[in-house]
């Protein structure tokens, strides 16, 4: 078994490398994820109106489901923990996404049916259990605050590189092979079947808790019927703002995702240049290294919200013309330091408002607090799909058509620069009410003096 620390104390350089191993494949199997509106337009023919609505009926379930999935871990006590065994359904999620990209054309009624079942498997089934489970997996294997900043950042690093090496290759793999529906198959074969291989890795060799944090996790944790999570998980004021700022971030950030085909096929022109523009995006994961250095100099609430600006600035920058290769490199260097903060500390984040929750409560509730993380992520995922969908049906646009009317153009110029940016200013507005950071060594004091003996 590999921990954190070794036996000399020094940070395991393998501990990071295997930790990183899933959320390589699930970094992957996101990209991939990114075009299924696409794929559904311009693969399948299904109406790009009738795609947005079906990926927005879609997250209903997730309101539902990420809630049972954070009750049902709070509630799991195997030999293996408490999160470690959900660990498994990552397999299952990579499963489903290539099942989804690779089902036929069946008619229009019959394929939106299997769309639909398949992307709504994949986000509040499969993906809410390991992302819900993810975070508490790291609180349990990793007990030390830094070194929870010091695995998010370089394992978020690591996953970073691989999305940046996909979004460059894929591009070019659509545009080779990606006009056919065999072409799409093997395409999420490439991505899926490695991402099922790495998936089983992590959960065979780390540990969920190490000798010395385990009578102190067992005793924080405490079952809790599902409306007293409910009401555990709307009483942390500080987990609510954070969530919709990262909510708001998912949204932009997926919309760019998802647009972005569209922009370089009917805007740009050549699908193919987005490789070339997706290599700016090497400079988020750079930024990366010096993530706990400034989250300890500056805050990790100020890191965030000073990204989110700059990504907001860098979205606009393509307004002053809209097919200026000098911009859209700009843009889509200032785009990838955006998001990045908000990603990688989401779960440092969600651990510290487990100590806000147990400092205010007196029960942790470490399940029904990561389930906001998947939440946004799926419902950021589904909303941003819905509203491509949505929003270029409005504008007329028809992915049947070799051309494009000029309102159809318009509104892939729209979702791609001025909607993300305003969603992005909303965030730094909803940041602006987490004020964790400041009252969290108060916090983090006073339970330590609850769980000595002597309190009380």
């Known amino acids: 078994m590999i921990t954190i620390r070794n036996k000399k104390g020094k940070r395991s350089k393998l501990f990071y ?11 992957c199997v996101l990209i991939l994820l990114g075009y299924i509106t696409y794929f559904s337009t311009d693969v399948l023919g299904l109406p790009s ?4 609505l079906l990926l927005l009926l879609s997250k209903i379930f997730d309101g539902v489901t990420d809630i049972l999935a954070g009750y049902l871990i709070d509630r799991t006590n195997t030999r293996w923990g408490k999160a470690r065994p959900y660990d498994i359904t990552f397999a299952f999620y990579a499963i489903a996404t290539l099942i989804l990209f690779s089902i036929p054309n069946i008619g229009t009624v019959g394929t939106a049916i299997l769309v639909f079942i398949l992307y709504t498997m994949v986000f509040s089934i499969f993906q809410t259990l390991y992302s819900c489970a993810g975070t508490v997996y790291l609180a349990r294997a990793v007990t030390d605050k830094e070194d929870q900043v010091s695995v998010g950042a370089l394992t978020g ?8 090496v996909l979004s460059v290759l ?60 409910a009401k ?20 932009a950030s997926n919309i760019v995702a998802n647009s972005q085909t569209y922009y370089f096929k009917y805007v740009v022109g050549d699908i193919s240049m987005m490789s070339l523009v997706s290599v700016t995006s090497i400079a988020g994961p750079l930024t990366i290294a010096f993530y706990p250095m400034l989250s300890k100099k500056i805050g990790m609430k100020n890191l965030m919200a ?37 990603f990688i500390l989401t779960s440092n984040v969600i651990i510290n408002c487990m100590d806000y929750g147990e400092y205010k409560n007196g029960v942790r509730g470490e399940g029904i607090y990561t389930c906001v993380s998947g939440f946004c ?44 940016a305003a969603l992005y200013f909303l965030a730094v507005l ?27």
């Open 157 to 164: 690093m690591i996953s970073a590189f691989s999305s940046v």
């Open 232 to 251: 555990l998980l709307f009483s942390n004021r500080y987990l609510m703002f954070f969530g919709l700022a990262l909510l708001m971030t998912n949204i």
């Open 17 to 27: 490398f295997v930790w990183s191993a899933p959320l390589i494949g699930s970094a």
């Open 170 to 229: 894929l591009p070019l793999l659509i545009d080779k092979i990606g006009k056919t529906a065999s072409g799409w198959r093997t395409i999420a074969a490439m991505i899926c079947i490695p991402a099922i291989v790495l998936s089983f890795i992590r959960i065979f060799l780390i540990p969920e808790v190490d000798g010395t944090a385990e009578t102190v996790m067992k005793d924080k944790s405490k079952k809790l019927t599902i409306v007293q999570s």
């Open 49 to 52: 109106g009738l795609v947005g």
């Open 377 to 420: 992520s799926k419902v950021g995922t589904g909303l941003a799909s819905g509203m491509l969908g949505l929003v270029t049906a409005l504008g007329g646009y028809d992915g049947t058509a070799a051309v494009q009317s000029s309102s159809a153009v318009n509104s892939v110029i729209l979702l791609f620069t001025v909607v993300p």
């Open 430 to 456: 909803a940041l602006r009410f987490y004020k964790l950071d400041k009252e969290l060594p108060y916090i983090q004091e006073e339970l330590k003096k609850r769980s000595t003996p002597s309190a009380g």
């Open 306 to 342: 000073a990204a989110l600006l700059i990504g907001a600035v860098g979205k606009l920058l393509p307004l002053l013309g809209v097919t200026s290769m000098p911009l859209l490199l700009v843009s889509a260097l200032f785009f990838s330091i955006s998001f990045m903060p908000i």
